[in-house]
C-alpha cells in the first residue's frame, strides 16, 4: 500500500528533522548577547476635576454656597469650586413674587453620573415629597427645602469623593433652566 509506505517514510524523516533542530547542527560559541530594554512611561499627570467646564479657572474654592432663584427660573450662580471631605455651608434664598404653588424653587445636588432628565421627570410627580423622587433618594447627595417667596433654607454639605456634581431645582419644570454644577476637589 503505497500510502502506508509515505507514513512509514514521512515519520522517520520528520523525527531525523527535529533531532538535528534541536541539536542547532553546528559547534561555533553562540557570543550572540542580548539586551532587553525596559522603559517607564511617565503617567500623564491627572487632570483636575471639571477641568473642562468652561470658567472653572476663574472661580475659587469656597466654603459657602449661596445661590438665589427667581421668578425668570434661572439660579443667579451656576458654577462653584469646594474641597472632599469639607463641611460646606448653602444657603438658597427665592427672591422671587409669584405664589410658591406655582414658583417654588429648591437646591438638590445629584450623585456623580445620575440622568438629570430621567430625575427631573420623576421629580414632577413626586408632590408629596417636595419634587424630591422616593424612587430615586439614593441619586440625591442633599436638597433644600422647597421655598416659596421671600423665604431661604440653608444646609450643611460634605462630599467626600471628587469630581463633578449637577445640582437643579427639581419644582416642575424648572431643571431644564435652573440647574449648575458643584466641582469638588
Known amino acids: 500500500n503505497k500510502l502506508s509506505m509515505k507514513k512509514l517514510f514521512f515519520i522517520p524523516a520528520l523525527a531525523a528533522m527535529v533531532f538535528l533542530a534541536s541539536c542547532g547542527g553546528d559547534n561555533t560559541a553562540d557570543n550572540t548577547e542580548t539586551t532587553t530594554t525596559t522603559t517607564t512611561e511617565t503617567p500623564a499627570p491627572e487632570e483636575a476635576p471639571g ?3 468652561p470658567g472653572i479657572n476663574d472661580v475659587a474654592v469656597t466654603d459657602h454656597i449661596e ?3 427667581s421668578d425668570d427660573m434661572k439660579f443667579d450662580k451656576t458654577l462653584f469650586k469646594i474641597k472632599a471631605g469639607q463641611d460646606v455651608k448653602l444657603t438658597l434664598k427665592n427672591v ?3 405664589p410658591k404653588e406655582s414658583m417654588a424653587h429648591n437646591v438638590v445636588i445629584l450623585q456623580q453620573g445620575t440622568d438629570v432628565q430621567k430625575f427631573g421627570e420623576a421629580a414632577v410627580a413626586d408632590k408629596a415629597n417636595d419634587h424630591i423622587p422616593a424612587s430615586m433618594k439614593l441619586d440625591v447627595v442633599a436638597h433644600t427645602k422647597l ?4 423665604e431661604s433654607d440653608t444646609i450643611t454639605i460634605n462630599i467626600k469623593e471628587p469630581g463633578v456634581y449637577d445640582f ?3 419644582f416642575p419644570g424648572h431643571f431644564g433652566s435652573m440647574k449648575g454644577k ?3 476637589e
Open 168 to 170: 437643579i431645582c427639581s
Open 96 to 98: 422671587g413674587k409669584l
Open 147 to 150: 421655598l416659596g417667596p421671600g
Open 182 to 184: 458643584i466641582v469638588v
Open 51 to 53: 477641568a473642562d467646564i
Open 67 to 69: 445661590i438665589e432663584g
